[in-house]
């Protein structure tokens, strides 16, 4: 099984600064399995990146994803009000989900 | 637009039953896997089940295997979850999910709002 492992759990940062956060998985993984989810309080998590690095429909592109193999990296460049909430990274194996245990941006 | 919309959870006592239900709707439902992912209070997200677009193949985690049961009606467009033996462990919001490929890609796409699933004595 594989396991996600995000980085970090919090990271403060202040708006319009830029954010990097880390999704490690415990073996390498197709990237066209490798997706990004944002969740805000009390909603239903959205789809923000798909394939690693292909931005959903009606994303800013102020997000993007990249990586391949074990290491992928969400980066927010210039942090919105908005943007301070939680955010998930997730594989698709042949017949099983797995999720990272999520990296939460807060405002410094 | 694509919706998906939960309903069924509510409070149950430990080891009772309880049918969740999925209606997916401005798409075309037989065409997509359908996923079943839930989120504990205050924690990440953890998925239960997969359901192929044709209902013939499943999958299931391994904390829900035996207990829970995914199904689908595709002439109703309703997704399923039959929660069996219910623990106070499978407390949790329940999102109904649907699976995509886009090339070679394959992800989740559209969650719809949740139910609350609440296993209390």
């Known amino acids: 099984e594989i396991v996600l492992t995000q980085s970090p759990g919090t990271l403060s940062l202040s708006p319009g600064e830029r954010a990097t956060l880390s999704c490690r998985a415990s073996q390498s993984v197709s990237s066209n399995y490798l997706a990004w989810y944002q969740q805000k309080p009390g909603q239903a998590p959205r789809l923000l990146i798909f394939g690693a690095s292909n931005r959903a429909t009606g994303i800013p592109d102020r997000f993007s994803g990249s990586g391949s193999g074990t290491d992928f990296t969400l980066t927010v460049t210039r942090l919105e009000p908005e943007d301070f909430v939680l955010y998930y990274c997730q594989h698709y194996d042949t017949s099983a989900i797995t999720f990272g245990q999520g990296t939460r941006l807060e405002i410094k | 637009q694509v919706q998906l919309v939960e309903s069924g959870g509510g409070v149950v006592q430990p080891g009772r039953s309880l049918r969740l239900s999925c209606v997916g709707s401005?798409?075309?439902?037989?065409?997509?896997?359908m996923h079943w992912v839930r989120q504990a209070p205050g924690k990440g997200l953890e998925w239960v089940a997969l359901i192929w677009n044709d209902g013939r193949d499943k999958a299931y985690a391994d904390s829900v295997k035996g207990r829970f049961t995914i199904s689908r009606d595709n002439s109703k467009n309703i997704l399923y979850l039959q929660m069996n033996s219910l623990r106070y462990e499978d407390t949790a919001v329940y999102y109904c999910v649907r699976d995509i490929w886009i090339g070679s890609d394959k992800f989740l796409d559209y969650w719809g709002q949740g139910t609350p699933v609440t296993v209390s004595s």
């Open positions: 401005g798409f075309t439902f037989s065409v997509n896997g």
